[in-house]
Nanobody, 120 residues
Framework: QVQLVESGGGLVQAGGSLRLSCAAS????????MGWYRQAPGKQRELVAD???????RYADSVKDRFTISRENAKNMVYLQMNSLKPEDTAVYYC??????????????WGQGTQVTVSS
């Protein structure tokens, strides 16, 4: 099982930057895709960005050219650099990992979430 711990959220003014980090630990065979999702009050959880173990990335249209996802496979870490933040980026951000367990089955794991608040 993989445990995920996020850090780096907080309060920032519009136009500012924040960097989220997520550390994965536990017993697993491999971690495939790692990503960030967010959920604003009254809205569904949505994909922000994810990255495969080979480095392929995808982004939500709303964050392209502002956010950058990166990963350190050796440390089982994933990061989200968020620049030019907007009030509509305010949400709880969740780290996600899709991993292969020692039994070879694939699983999803979620972090506890970190609050990002962007003031106007």
């Amino acid at each position: 099982q993989v445990q995920l711990v996020e850090s780096g959220g907080g309060l920032v003014q519009a136009g500012g930057s924040l960097r989220l980090s997520c550390a994965a630990s536990g017993i697993f065979f491999s971690i495939n895709t790692m990503g960030w999702y967010r959920q604003a009050p009254g809205k569904q959880r949505e994909l922000v960005a994810d990255i495969t173990s080979d480095g392929f990335t995808r982004y939500a249209d709303s964050v392209k050219d502002r956010f950058t996802i990166s990963r350190e496979n050796a440390k089982n870490m994933v990061y989200l650099q968020m620049n030019s933040l907007k009030p509509e980026d305010t949400a709880v951000y969740y780290c996600n990992a899709r991993y292969r367990g020692s039994n070879w089955y694939e699983y999803d794991s979620w972090g506890q979430g970190t609050q990002v608040t962007v003031s106007s």
